[in-house]
């Protein structure tokens, strides 16, 4: 699969926190790599930035300072990413689309990409979410729905990183607004820390596979291996952040890290459980890969879903309310600058699809989670969700 020139076009959809991060990972490579064009395209949701220079657009700032000092501040992108506002233009001809924005921003984008994206093109999901069907509420996956919508034997595989805790956060000297506060787990690829991450990707031929890896992987510090299982690495990546979010709220209550394990581990077998229940092919092993448990424990430690929830819990404590919702919108405005919290649109998603099918005394770690986030049950009640678990471990190695 390649373009007119005859070597890789990329094209990255998102410019946000991790859109970003993984921009300057496939930026260089791109650069060094034989079969892919310099240039790196990047479509940007275009927005004014204050700078201490006055009002500049963001693709522009990409462009000539080459920095996203809204959503990966203090970081250079290398030059050879190049931000384009209209997406037509970011996607003309490209081999390999990189999608990697929240994903309810997703569907409005498809028709556009299917008609100018290259008719080899192939995907890759960085996503962290799962659709469902409007009718039976059957979880999707987001590189299923990709490949539904782009059509005419699109493929899609999967990027999930895990990233390690790191408290240090970055300002930038060109952003007059504030920056969110405290880590952000996507600033570490970008800072060059060592991490792992897994790409689930089964194309049609081997090479198609390596050089997909190639483009993403760049050891010794962004080490990334490659499984088949999709739909494992998929649901792994959404469903943590469900998790997560109750991490936040035992950090919220101090309960200290024994609570915050064993919730961990009943979220794990939950991720299982909902993988298991939902999609066929799954492996034991991909819990085991840095898509599962790996990326469950960063998030649980650094990720924006365990911040915005340990801030949740804390303000429910002090006065109660029962407009949930808002208080989500409230933290996220207040907390994240213009990311998005994906962890509070998947419980929302998860907990209306188990109980269609009178699966939540299955997933009592989720259902309380949700309860907790959106129907005003006491914070306390997370420990109940542990508590009330009655899976043993010995499923998640044998039962798949
Ligand atoms: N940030 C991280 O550490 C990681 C994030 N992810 C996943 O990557 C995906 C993208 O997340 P981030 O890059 O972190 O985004 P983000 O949360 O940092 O930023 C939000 C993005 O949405 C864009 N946006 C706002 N309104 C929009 C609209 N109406 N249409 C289109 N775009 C709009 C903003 O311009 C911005 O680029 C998510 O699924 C997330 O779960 C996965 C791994 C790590
Ligand atoms: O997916 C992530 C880490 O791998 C990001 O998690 P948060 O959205 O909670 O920051």
Same mark, same amino acid.
């Given at each position: 699969?390649?373009?007119?020139?005859?070597?890789?076009?990329?094209?990255?959809?998102?410019?946000?926190?991790?859109?970003?991060?993984?921009?300057?990972?496939?930026?260089?490579?791109?650069?060094?790599?034989?079969?892919?064009?310099?240039?790196?395209?990047?479509?940007?949701?275009?927005?004014?930035?204050?700078?201490?220079?006055?009002?500049?657009?963001?693709? *522009?700032?990409?462009?000539?300072?080459?920095?996203?000092?809204?959503?990966?501040?203090?970081?250079?992108? $290398?030059?050879?990413?190049?931000?384009?506002?209209?997406?037509?233009?970011?996607?003309?001809?490209?081999?390999?689309?990189?999608?990697?924005?929240?994903?309810?921003?997703?569907?409005?984008? &498809?028709?556009? &990409?299917?008609?100018?994206?290259?008719?080899?093109?192939?995907?890759?999901?960085?996503?962290?979410?799962?659709?469902?069907?409007?009718?039976?509420?059957?979880?999707?996956?987001?590189?299923?729905?990709?490949?539904?919508?782009?059509?005419?034997?699109?493929?899609?595989?999967?990027?999930? %990183?895990?990233?390690?805790?790191?408290?240090?956060?970055?300002?930038?000297?060109?952003?007059?607004?504030?920056?969110?506060?405290?880590?952000?787990?996507?600033?570490?690829?970008?800072?060059?820390?060592?991490?792992?991450?897994?790409?689930?990707?089964?194309?049609?031929?081997?090479?198609?596979?390596?050089? /997909?890896?190639?483009?993403?992987?760049? $050891?010794?510090?962004?080490? %990334?291996?490659?499984?088949?299982? %999709?739909?494992?690495?998929?649901?792994?990546?959404? @469903?943590?952040?469900?998790?997560?979010?109750?991490?936040?709220?035992?950090?919220?209550?101090? &309960?200290?890290?024994?609570?915050?394990?064993? &919730?961990?581990?009943?979220?794990?077998?939950?991720?299982?459980?909902?993988?298991?229940?939902?999609? /066929?092919?799954?492996? $034991?092993?991909?819990?085991?890969?840095?898509?599962?448990?790996?990326?469950? @424990?960063? /998030?649980?430690?650094?990720?924006?879903?365990?911040?915005?929830?340990?801030?949740?819990?804390?303000?429910?404590?002090?006065?109660?309310?029962?407009?949930?919702?808002?208080?989500?919108? *409230?933290?996220?405005?207040?907390?994240?600058?213009?990311?998005?919290?994906?962890?509070?649109?998947?419980?929302?998603?998860?907990?209306?699809?188990?109980?269609?099918?009178?699966?939540?005394?299955?997933? $009592?770690?989720?259902?309380?989670?949700?309860?907790?986030?959106?129907?005003?049950?006491?914070?306390? *009640?997370?420990?109940?969700?542990?508590?009330?678990?009655? @899976?043993?471990?010995?499923?998640?190695?044998?039962?798949?």
């Amino acid at each position: 699969m390649s373009s007119a020139s005859g070597r890789e076009k990329i094209c990255i959809i998102g410019s946000g926190n991790w859109g970003s991060a993984i921009a300057t990972v496939v930026g260089r490579n791109a650069g060094r790599l034989d079969f892919c064009q310099d240039e790196v395209n990047m479509w940007v949701f275009d927005e004014k930035i204050d700078t201490e220079e006055g009002e500049i657009m963001l693709s *522009e700032l990409i462009n000539t300072r080459h920095e996203n000092a809204k959503y990966l501040p203090g970081i250079k992108i $290398p030059k050879n990413v190049i931000a384009y506002p209209e997406l037509k233009r970011a996607c003309e001809g490209a081999t390999l689309l990189i999608f990697v924005l929240p994903h309810q921003f997703l569907p409005k984008l &498809l028709p556009t &990409l299917r008609e100018h994206a290259d008719s080899n093109c192939r995907g890759v999901s960085l996503i962290k979410g799962l659709d469902f069907d409007s009718t039976t509420r059957k979880p999707i996956l987001v590189s299923k729905s990709i490949e539904q919508s782009m059509g005419d034997g699109f493929r899609c595989g999967a990027l999930m %990183v895990s990233l390690r805790l790191h408290v240090q956060h970055r300002h930038s000297r060109l952003s007059a607004a504030s920056s969110p506060q405290g880590a952000n787990v996507a600033n570490e690829v970008a800072e060059q820390h060592m991490c792992e991450s897994t790409l689930a990707c089964d194309f049609e031929d081997r090479e198609l596979n390596d050089r /997909t890896l190639a483009i993403f992987n760049e $050891p010794p510090n962004f080490r %990334v291996s490659r499984i088949n299982d %999709v739909a494992g690495a998929e649901v792994c990546g959404a @469903i943590k952040n469900i998790v997560a979010l109750g991490a936040g709220f035992v950090d919220g209550l101090n &309960l200290g890290g024994n609570t915050k394990a064993a &919730l961990m581990r009943v979220g794990l077998l939950e991720m299982k459980q909902f993988c298991t229940t939902f999609f /066929t092919g799954v492996e $034991p092993s991909t819990f085991l890969e840095s898509c599962g448990l790996a990326d469950l @424990i960063t /998030t649980c430690y650094g990720g924006r879903n365990r911040r915005c929830a340990e801030l949740f819990a804390r303000k429910q404590k002090e006065s109660h309310t029962v407009d949930c919702g808002q208080l989500w919108m *409230e933290i996220e405005r207040k907390m994240l600058n213009g990311q998005k919290l994906q962890g509070t649109l998947a419980a929302e998603e998860v907990y209306l699809s188990l109980k269609s099918r009178q699966l939540l005394d299955v997933f $009592p770690l989720m259902t309380t989670i949700y309860e907790i986030a959106f129907q005003g049950s006491p914070i306390d *009640e997370i420990t109940k969700g542990i508590r009330v678990a009655d @899976i043993s471990s010995s499923s998640l190695i044998s039962k798949v």
